[in-house]
C-alpha cells in the first residue's frame, strides 16, 4: 500500500519484499528526516555524500540542517569503484561514533559503500548482531558470489544499522542486496552477500537528478539498461520467478531507453529523469528473481560486443529483446537515421551501439583510455574473477574469451 503524506508516496519496491521502500514526492531532506525519526528513531546519524553534491550545491547542506543535531558524522567523497581502505576506514569511523542510522547521498559507489560498512560495523545497541571487522583478511572472510554460488546466509549475521539511500544515478544498487567493493592492491571486485542488505528505504528526488550532469546521468542509465537486456538474453532461467523477471526487464527497456534518449536532447526533462528512475526499479526485478547476468557485467558493461560475441547460443533471446527496442518509437526513429531499417537483418549489438552512439558515449575502450596489449590482458584476467563471468550464456573461463570481446572493443 502507497502512503500518501504531505504529498509523498512510500511504497514497497517489490511486493514480494518489506523493502527496500521507495519514497518520492517529498523533498529529499524533509523525507529523510521524517522516516529517520518516525521509522528508525535514530539520533546518531553518519552521511556518506558524495564529493560533487558536497561541495558543487546546498545539497549536503539542506541535508544537515534538517537533520540538524542528530548527524553524529560524515564522510564527503570517495574514490570509484568502492575501495576496501576506504571502507575500512569508514567502518572505523561508524564503530567509533555510536551509530544507529547510515544516510547516502550520490551514487552507487556510496551505495556500495554503504551495505558494506553497515554489514560489518558493530552496532551500539547490541554487539552481538554485527560481523566484527576491521582489517582487510576478516573482510575477506565474508562470504561473496562466485559464478551462480551467491554466497547468500551462512554463518554472518545480517546489519544492525539500516541505511537511507538517497540516490543520483541510475545504476541501480541500492535496489541490490550485495555489496560490490574492490581492493586496491590487485583490483579485483569482490560482491559480498552472506547475509548483507540493501537499504531500507530509498528516496528519490528529480530536484536533486537534475543536477546530475548528462553524461554521468546517461553512463549509469546505461548500466541500467545492461541489467534488463543481459536479464532478458540469459540462459539460466529460474524455477520459480521468471515471468516476473521478463515483464520487469521489458518494462524497464521502455522507460530506460527514451527517457534517456530524451535527457540527451533536453536536460532540463524532470519527467525523464523521473521515468528513467522508475525503470532502473524494474531492471533490478531479474536479479531479485536470482536471473543472472553475463559478459557485459563481467567486463564492465560493454553491452554490444558481448552480445556479438553470445549469438551463437542466445541469438532467439538477443530477436526477441530487438523487437521490445524496435517497438519503441524514439529508438526506432534513432535507428533509421543510422540506416538501420531492416528489423530482421539488424543484430542486438548493432542496435545497443546505435543507442549508446546516440547519448553521446563512448563506443570502444580507446575512448576511455584502455589501450594497449598490457591495459587489455589485465582486464581480462581481472574480469574472470567477476561471477557473472561464468553464468555468461557461453561461459567465460580463460583470458583468451574475454580478449576475443574486447578485441571487439578496441
Not at 76 to 83: E, K, R
Not at 116 to 132: C, E, G, H, P
Not at 175 to 194: C, H, I, L, M
Amino acid at each position: 500500500m502507497a502512503d500518501q503524506l504531505c504529498n509523498e508516496t512510500c511504497e514497497q519496491a517489490f511486493q514480494d519484499q518489506p523493502e527496500p521502500r521507495i519514497s518520492y514526492g517529498m523533498p529529499y531532506a524533509d523525507a529523510c528526516r521524517k522516516h529517520a525519526e518516525s521509522d528508525y528513531h535514530a539520533s546518531r546519524i553518519y552521511i556518506i555524500a558524495s564529493r560533487s553534491l558536497a561541495l558543487g550545491g546546498s545539497a549536503l547542506k539542506t541535508l544537515e540542517a534538517a537533520l540538524d543535531d542528530r548527524v553524529a558524522g560524515v564522510r564527503v567523497g570517495m574514490s570509484q569503484h568502492t575501495l576496501m581502505s576506504e571502507c575500512l576506514e569508514i567502518m572505523a569511523d561508524v564503530r567509533n561514533k555510536n551509530v544507529d542510522l547510515i544516510v547516502t547521498l550520490g551514487g552507487g559507489t556510496i551505495t556500495d559503500a554503504s551495505k558494506i560498512i553497515a554489514y560489518v560495523a558493530l552496532s551500539f545497541l547490541d554487539t552481538a548482531l554485527a560481523n566484527n571487522v576491521e582489517t582487510k583478511a576478516q573482510l575477506l572472510e565474508l562470504p561473496y558470489a562466485i559464478g551462480t554460488n551467491l554466497g547468500l546466509g551462512g554463518n554472518t549475521k545480517p546489519p544492525s544499522i539500516p541505511i537511507i539511500a538517497i540516490v543520483t544515478t541510475l545504476s541501480g544498487g541500492e535496489y541490490s542486496p550485495f555489496a560490490g567493493v574492490t581492493d586496491d592492491e590487485d583490483g579485483v571486485k569482490y560482491q559480498f552477500s552472506g547475509n548483507c542488505k540493501g537499504p531500507a528505504l530509498i528516496v528519490l528526488s528529480e530536484t536533486l537528478a537534475l543536477t546530475v550532469p548528462v553524461r554521468v546521468w546517461l553512463a549509469s542509465g546505461v548500466r541500467a539498461v545492461d541489467h534488463c537486456i543481459e536479464g532478458l538474453c540469459t540462459l539460466q532461467r529460474p524455477e520459480k520467478g521468471w515471468e516476473e523477471a521478463e515483464a520487469a526487464a521489458i518494462e524497464g527497456i521502455r522507460c530506460l531507453v527514451p527517457s534517456l534518449l530524451a535527457t540527451r536532447n533536453d536536460a532540463t526533462d524532470a519527467q525523464s529523469r523521473r521515468l528513467a528512475q522508475v525503470g532502473v526499479k524494474y531492471s533490478l526485478v531479474p536479479l531479485k528473481n536470482r536471473v543472472f547476468k553475463g559478459a557485459s557485467h563481467a567486463i564492465g558493461h560493454f553491452l554490444g560486443p558481448t552480445h556479438k560475441y553470445n549469438a551463437t547460443v542466445n541469438s532467439a533471446e538477443q530477436r526477441a529483446v530487438c523487437r521490445v527496442l524496435w517497438d519503441i518509437p524514439d529508438a526506432k526513429a534513432a535507428f533509421q537515421k543510422h540506416h538501420l531499417s531492416d528489423e530482421e537483418s539488424v543484430d542486438l549489438g548493432d542496435l545497443i551501439d546505435v543507442f549508446v552512439r546516440e547519448l553521446g558515449l563512448p563506443r570502444s575502450l580507446s575512448e576511455v583510455g584502455v589501450t594497449g596489449p598490457e591495459k587489455l590482458s589485465m582486464l581480462a584476467r581481472k574480469s574472470l574473477h567477476d561471477p557473472y563471468a561464468k553464468t555468461n550464456p557461453i561461459p567465460l573461463t580463460t583470458p583468451e574469451q574475454v580478449m576475443e570481446i574486447l578485441e571487439m572493443c578496441k
